[in-house]
């Protein structure tokens, strides 16, 4: 099978696209012919070394996969050849999706809605899992709260804006001009341009110096020094950030608030949670640009770009049923 190898940490021209044996299901493993995967900032984050304890190359990256079951493993009951299936790779345990066929653990693979096409379905797995984890399992959002959303336009951002409407939540979010109409059309109820405004003083006086009961930062820089002061008396701040970032918490101690630090978790349940919504026409992963298997290298240099003009999510087009005809 082709692969996409990393061989040694490094740009993006550290990927070496290569034949490779496929592999072979064991005991409750499933074998899935990839049609699709995504790239994330997690993706180039291991291909530049971030994490180089924990990945030993060479290796395959890649933390999305949908396509459909070629074979199974001795004790598999969930599934059979044929079903349509997503999921997110245990991540730094095994191989990743930057290739034509993957092998899983039955418990963490989940049916593929069937709303969606295999492009679409490898645009949500990892970012849709993050917003679930991070909302409704540790911020424990609540119908009639309010959330202030940083880089609502991102991958994770355009998904986190529909979980939250979908909860019942009044939504905030900051974006780049660019970006305020898309926003809106997912649903933002008040929309922040981040380069005309500090998004502090615009909580405040859309709130009437209340603040926000929830904040989701998906962008580092100084969010979690910064966020108390847009905060709710006893409100949440959720990052899925691993950067430094600078932390005067004073503020936060005065809010009694509670802070949560979220690196997601596979599992099928929160797939087949994320199914239900798109299932009721209440959440859709918007696809950006769409690249093939050997051009991931030009896919990680345009997502880690800081101008790079992306909405939503850089799918990738592996399998046979996956639509080329947008490549950007």
Known sequence: MKAMILRSFGGPEAFELCEVPKPVPQAGQVLVRVHATSVNPLDYQVRRGDYAE???????????????????????????IGDEVWYTPQIFDGPGSYAEYHVAAESIVGKK?????????????????????????????????SILIHGGAGG??????????AVGARVFTTVREANVEFVRSLGADVVIDYEKEG??????????????????????????????DALAQLG?????????????????????????????????????????????????????????????????????????????????????????????
Do not use: C
């Open 54 to 80: 924990l990945v030993p190359l060479p290796t395959i990256t890649g933390h999305d996969i949908s396509g459909v079951v070629e074979d199974v493993g001795p004790g598999v009951t969930s599934f059979s």
């Open 199 to 228: 998004y502090v003083d615009a909580i405040l006086r859309e709130t009437g110096g209340r603040g926000v009961d929830v904040v989701f930062d998906t962008i580092g820089g100084n969010t979690l020094s910064l966020s108390p």
């Open 156 to 165: 994770v951002g355009h998904v986190a804006i529909q979980l939250a409407k």
């Open 236 to 328: 949440r701040v959720v990052t899925i950030v691993d950067i430094a970032q600078p932390q005067n918490l004073v503020q936060a101690w005065g809010k009694n608030a509670s802070y949560h630090f979220v690196f997601t978790r596979q599992n099928r349940g929160k797939l087949d949670e994320l199914s239900a919504l798109v299932a009721r026409g209440q959440l859709r992963p918007h696809v950006g640009a769409v690249y093939s298997l050997s051009d991931i290298p030009l896919a990680h240099a345009r997502l880690e770009s800081p101008n790079n003009g992306m909405r939503g999510k850089i799918a990738i087009a592996v399998g046979p049923s996956a639509d080329l005809a947008n490549v950007s």
């Open 113 to 145: 809605p069937a709303a969606l096409s295999h492009l679409e379905a490898a645009s949500l797995t990892l970012v849709g899992g993050t917003a679930w984890e991070a909302l409704v399992v540790r911020a424990a959002l609540r119908v009639g709260e």
